[in-house]
T-cell receptor, first 117, second 116 residues
């Protein structure tokens, strides 16, 4: 596709339920990132995938959060047993392989707004 | 320790005037990139400008310029001739080059309001 696509755009779930958020990166982009943005706040890094390398999971806030990336393309962020503090906008971004001389920006999706009630 | 620090939670500027949004960063890498993004109320993240750590010239993109002071580890965004459409949240970000993991680290943002 032309840009990073995320689905659903909005998700309301009951506390304790599991949710899956999907990200379709730009075709050919080797790097994929998940960020969380609470209302009016900055972007909190969650996880980063680069090609076939082991993902950088250092930002995942708890073991209720996990993510996978199948075939080096689509990624799914799963939140188990959701809590009210998980309510936020979850942003996915992708970028081409980092170049030595000139880096490249991350291209963001529109985000998934998750509300846990 | 904060990798990216944006000390101005909110800023006001009069239309047509210039405004500087501050950003300082912390890294021990020699190779890194600095980015600015704009996030309007619609929520999308719009890339504005990039500065590489080895770039000798300050980056410019239209009305945006980046005042890069490497020794002070600052990468301030300058918006000239502000427009009402510039009202948004602005994020500074860094991508380090030497640690083997190339995630973008974002600051907490500055909310800019342009006044008519």
């Amino acid at each position: 596709g032309a840009g990073v696509s995320q689905s659903p755009s909005n998700k309301v779930t009951e506390k304790g339920k599991d949710v899956e958020l999907r990200c379709d990166p730009i075709s050919g982009h080797t790097a994929l990132y998940w960020y969380r943005q609470s209302l009016g706040q900055g972007l909190e890094f969650l996880i980063y995938f680069q090609g076939n390398s082991a993902p950088d999971k250092s930002g995942l806030p708890s073991d209720r959060f996990s993510a996978e990336r199948t075939g080096g393309s689509v990624s799914t962020l799963t939140i188990q047993r959701t809590q009210q503090e998980d309510s936020a906008v979850y942003l996915c971004a992708s970028s081409p392989k980092k170049r030595p001389k000139r880096d490249t920006e991350a291209f963001f999706g529109q985000g998934t707004r998750l509300t846990v009630v | 320790a904060q990798k990216i620090t944006q000390t101005q939670p909110g800023m006001f500027v009069q239309e047509k005037e210039a405004v500087t949004l501050d950003c300082t960063y912390d890294t021990s890498d020699q190779s890194y990139g600095l980015f600015w993004y704009k996030q309007p109320s619609s929520g999308e993240m719009i890339f504005l400008i990039y500065q590489g750590s080895y770039d000798e010239q300050n980056a410019t993109e239209g009305r945006y310029s980046l005042n890069f002071q490497k020794a002070r580890k600052s990468a301030n965004l300058v918006i000239s001739a502000s427009q009402l459409g510039d009202s948004a949240m602005y994020f500074c970000a860094m991508r380090e080059g030497g640690s083997g993991t190339y995630k973008y680290i974002f600051g907490t943002g500055t909310r800019l309001k342009v006044l008519a």
